[in-house]
């Protein structure tokens, strides 16, 4: 087992395997031996037959599965942890949103970052909804405030080039949305003709912010209104 607890690259790929899709693998043959070569950076070989080294492969998985469960949970259980251990922490701090930009678009110097985070409220497309926090840098000299996608100077505010190709949008000073939901969001709209209250309440009976759905999860009966 040193084989793969003392190589990190290996190690770190089967943790991708098993916490992408579990262990069922170390089960089948066929299997096995295809995860065992991508592990082991092996070229891809015919059919595999069944052999010592896949059988211990296979063994070793599931024994350091058992021992060491914490590695293998799932990025979206992972993702969750974290977020929730940093919101308990009083920093929010499962996205950052930061600007890209290392020089002020005036005087093109070296901005400075201000180590205050503000947090906000993250709007994702496969994640829901949850809290993040943005950070800004700036220039003193200019009086400009570098944001995540815009930069202000006194009442001016303007967005940078790129603004489209971000992950995020910062629609107000305490929110910022997913681009994909965006994208997703007007398509809707425009194609289906959908209103945005209609989006909104899919979007929140996904991610079980509804509050009938929650109702219903809990076993209460709602009287649904009448179209
Ligand atoms: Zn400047």
Known sequence: MSDL????????RLQFVLSTIGDIFSKTVK???????YVYHEPPTEAEKPNDDVAIFSAET???????????????????????????CGQPMATVLLSPQD???????????????????IYSLNKGTYLGCR????????KLHQHYGYSTQGNEKSY???????HFMLSSEDTA????????CSN???????PFSTYASSYNRRFGYNKTERNEQNGTTVKRMKR
């Open 160 to 166: 940078a080039q790129d603004v489209l190709d971000l």
């Open 62 to 88: 599931r024994t350091l599965r058992f021992l060491h469960s914490e590695m293998f949970i799932s990025e979206k259980d992972r993702f969750r942890e974290f977020h929730d251990y940093t919101v308990m």
């Open 31 to 37: 299997f096995a031996a295809i995860v065992k070569q």
């Open 103 to 121: 020089v002020c678009r005036i005087c093109h110097k070296q901005l400075s970052l201000d180590p205050n985070p503000h947090p906000i409220v």
């Open 188 to 194: 809707l709209l425009v194609i289906g003709a959908t």
């Open 177 to 184: 949305f997913d681009i994909e939901l965006l994208k997703d």
């Open 5 to 12: 607890l003392n190589n990190y690259t290996r190690l770190s």
């Open 135 to 142: 950070l800004t840098k700036f220039c003193r000299k200019c």
